[in-house]
């Protein structure tokens, strides 16, 4: 799964107030409905996204050393 994805999730989830298997599902069903897992499994496109997001920071990482 897009780790990257599921950390701000958390964060997101714990401003709402969100605990548990409230927080959970919060989390995991929003990765659902994204695209980015099917159940418990990450699909095709969560990779893509995770991947994404790698090149994105690497990136990101350059521009700030100049």
């Known amino acids: 799964m897009p780790k990257f ?5 958390k ?3 714990s401003r709402k107030g969100l ?3 409230r ?3 919060y ?6 409905r994204l695209g980015a897992m099917r ?3 990450e699909t095709a496109r969560g990779r893509a996204m995770a ?3 790698k090149r994105d920071m690497r990136r990101s ?5 100049t």
């Open 5 to 9: 994805l599921e950390k701000r999730l």
């Open 11 to 13: 964060r997101e989830a």
């Open 19 to 21: 605990r548990g298997k």
């Open 23 to 25: 927080a959970s599902a």
């Open 27 to 32: 989390i995991y069903g929003t990765m659902n």
């Open 39 to 41: 159940g418990n499994k």
């Open 51 to 53: 991947k994404k997001h």
């Open 61 to 65: 990482r350059r521009s700030y050393r």
